[in-house]
């Protein structure tokens, strides 16, 4: 009586949905996430795999060659400009950008704190061997400025590298002699000797320099506890003096040479611009290094060939033929959906940033101390996109302000409510925490917990957990820490 659907019963049917990426999709999701400083080397790197691509301004007798696409791919017919330009994209005004201006300009050359270092030593009385082991030093040095392998591991280097047996002593006298080049305290083997090699190049008649010196000999310990009653007993010394001394070392360098030692990596370019001009937001997208793009004139000759041919019916294709029309034709879609997909990247990151620029619209008029809440999903409603997109567009990416250049994540935090009802960003308690430290009695700094209650007064609810956390983010130490010697 039942329905017959033909399944035995050792046979179970299912049904799914699975959704697959296209190629393009794909690649239009990998050059979203690129930054203008990635997308440049990408569109290099897509030229020289693909002889149909090349740089330069577009050209009006395009549409011969999109008549042959037609004939000799099989995919939809959609709408595509053929030619990439890469003047900027504007909100407010189109940004215009003469020839001179589209020219890569070449970057300047700097050299590397190591090159600093190696080209100082022939200021130096060192002889082969010296030279040998300033070199091995000078190599040796962290990011951070300092030098962490022990003398003894440097005379093996040399051993093992140079075949020459050097004293430790040796190696002592001209890591002494490095210290002393130019930013003073380099390579230093912890803090102390930091301080104590930039205190030693000081004129002798510098005030308060041998108090300085002989705190940090003899009372390192309570120095960085800042243990100011103590050190005034055990010295003899007056508060007067204290004070002085410690200025004098506070003044001192406590990280020579960082991050100089790699110097691309301290260098930003960022992705957008967001200005005010006359009450008027213009945004612009960074573009002047990405070459415009357009398909090859060789190869469009080609495909009138090719056209030409196929019009001739009399004439039969060979089999070379048909394997260079295959080729042209995986090459063209290619580059088809590869200048497609640039366009694409450009639009979507310029609708994230403007949806940014809405919703800190105090910000960007006004600058920090404005900033409000902002999360993923906020900018997700307002362009009408996913989450997952928004994310990959603010991943790695800067923006040049009227205030600065920030990260795109800088602009995403949580909210923290107030006793009156409005949202303030997290980010913004931080900076009034970080006020409230700045204008605090330094002979008393304010713990955790009265913070929190200054906080409460001013009708933020936040628990002195909270204020830890925030604090230590700030990279401000506790309070006891903060205590500074001040003269009654």
Not at 342 to 362: F, G, N, P, Y
Request: hydrophobic share 35%; aromatic share 6%.
């Amino acid at each position: 009586m039942g329905a017959n659907f033909g399944i035995s019963l050792g046979q179970r049917q299912s049904q799914r949905m699975e959704q697959k990426l296209s190629p393009q999709v794909i690649q239009y999701i990998k050059l979203l996430a690129k930054t203008t400083l990635e997308l440049e080397q990408r569109i290099k790197e897509e030229i020289e795999q693909n002889p149909l691509l090349e740089e330069g301004p577009p050209e009006e007798d395009t549409q011969q060659v999109e008549a042959v696409a037609d004939e000799t791919s099989t995919t939809s017919d959609e709408e595509i400009s053929w030619d990439y330009e890469s003047d900027d994209d504007s909100y407010g005004h189109k940004a215009r950008v003469d020839d001179e201006e589209r020219r890569e300009l070449p970057t300047p050359y700097q050299s590397t704190m190591s090159e600093h270092l190696l080209d100082q030593l022939k200021m130096l009385d060192l002889d082969e061997t010296g030279h040998l082991i300033a070199e091995q030093i000078i190599g040796s040095i962290d990011e951070d400025g300092y030098l962490r392998r022990p003398v003894v591991a440097i005379a093996d280097d040399i051993a093992f590298t140079q075949g020459k047996l050097v004293s430790s002593e040796n190696v002592e006298r001209v890591l002494s002699a490095v210290q002393r080049l130019d930013p003073v305290g380099i390579a230093s083997r912890d803090l102390k000797e930091c301080l104590l090699v930039q205190l030693d190049v000081l004129p002798a008649d510098t005030p308060h320099l041998d108090v300085a010196v002989r705190m940090l000999q003899k009372y390192y310990k309570d120095f960085t506890m800042k243990h100011f009653e103590q050190i005034e007993r055990k010295m003899g010394i007056t508060r007067e003096q204290l004070k002085g001394a410690f200025e004098l070392i506070t003044r001192l360098d406590p990280k020579p040479g960082e991050g100089e030692f790699r110097a691309a990596e301290n260098y930003i370019i960022p992705d957008f611009t967001v200005r005010v001009i006359n009450d008027e937001f213009v945004v612009t997208l960074n573009g002047k290094n990405v070459p415009p793009l357009r398909i090859s004139k060789q190869y469009r000759n080609m495909f009138d060939k090719l056209a030409a041919e196929q019009r001739n019916r009399a004439n039969k294709a060979s089999a070379i033929d048909k394997e260079t029309r295959q080729f042209l034709k995986t090459k063209l879609d290619s580059a088809k959906w590869f200048i497609s997909s640039i366009q694409q990247r450009r639009l979507t990151l310029m609708k994230v940033m403007h949806a940014m620029v809405e919703i800190q619209d105090a910000f960007f008029r006004n600058g920090p101390g404005h900033l409000k809440p902002m999360i993923l999903k906020d900018v997700a409603e307002i362009i009408e996109m996913d989450i997952s997109t928004v994310s990959r567009v603010v991943n790695g990416k800067y923006v040049q302000t009227d205030f600065g250049v920030f990260e795109l994540k800088y602009f995403f935090t949580e909210g923290l409510e107030t006793e009156s009802g409005e949202e303030v960003s997290n980010r913004e308690l931080r900076a009034i925490i970080e006020k409230i430290i700045d204008k605090e009695d330094k002979r008393k700094p304010l713990s955790d917990q009265k913070i929190a209650n200054l906080l409460e007064e001013q009708g933020y609810k936040i628990a002195r957990r909270t204020v830890t956390k925030y604090r230590e983010q700030l990279h401000i130490p506790v309070a006891r820490m903060r205590k500074e010697i001040v003269l009654s």
